[in-house]
């Protein structure tokens, strides 16, 4: 299996204030997915990326991919209050012939301040 | 989106008891079903892989025999924590998906925290 790692594991920001978080990962992926977890909740599916691709967007998130360098970065642009949460990427693995499961990173954990 | 829901959300037991955790899609048949476990402050680390009608495969480490796991339908899975200790005290979660391609979007609970006295 391959573990994501995040950095920073922590960020306190301003609300307006740009957020990056950073996610690394050791072997070769089929894509590349980020989820958002508030405090004591399940997680919410937020952006996948294929390996095939460089940067996607999706409303105020770009995540970006550099497969060469086996990393990624998720932007959260104009943030808000309420993007408060621990962001997690995720990479993808065969895991039996019927198909694939996600390998967690350590997550990031996102304070917004108003 | 799809819906999947866990119950229940919290539960305190003796050390000893079983406890068994329902993990339900409300809206579409899944035929995968993934259970996680997450220690406070850590990622969650995949335990098992249920396949509906078949046995679970289960992620190196994890005791098959202590936590049992049953799909019996395309839209419901349990997970029994049996003989349960308070090392296994934590937040579990599980996770469903409709198809077995690699871009198939897993849909997640909202998790069960566990805390065993």
């Known amino acids: 299996s391959q573990q994501g790692e995040e950095d920073p594991q922590a960020l306190s920001i301003q609300e307006g204030e740009n957020a990056t978080m950073n996610c690394s990962y050791k072997?070769?992926?089929?894509?590349l997915q980020w989820y958002r977890q508030n405090s004591g909740r399940g997680l919410v599916h937020l952006i996948l990326i294929r390996s095939n691709e460089r940067e996607k967007h999706s409303g105020r998130l770009r995540v970006t991919l550099d497969t060469s360098k086996k990393s990624s970065s998720l932007l959260i642009t104009a943030s808000r209050a309420a993007d408060t949460a621990s962001y997690f990427c995720a990479t993808a693995y065969r895991e039996s012939n019927s198909g694939y499961a996600l390998n967690f990173g350590k997550g990031t954990s996102l304070l917004v301040t108003p | 989106g799809a819906v999947v829901s866990q119950h229940p959300s919290r539960v305190i037991c003796k050390s000893g008891t079983s406890v068994k955790i329902e993990c339900r899609s409300l809206d579409f048949q899944a035929t995968t079903m993934f259970w996680y476990r997450q220690f406070p402050k850590q990622s969650l680390m995949l335990m098992a892989t249920?396949?509906?009608?078949?046995?679970?495969?289960?992620e190196q480490g994890v005791e098959k025999d202590k936590f049992l796991i049953n799909h019996a339908s395309l839209t419901l899975s349990t997970l029994t924590v049996t003989s349960a200790h308070p090392e296994d005290s934590s937040f579990y979660i599980c996770s469903a998906r409709v198809g077995g391609r690699v871009q198939e979007t897993q849909y997640f609970g909202p998790g069960t925290r566990l805390l065993v006295l």
């Open positions: 072997t070769s992926i089929n894509n």
């Open positions: 249920s396949n509906e009608g078949s046995k679970a495969t289960y």
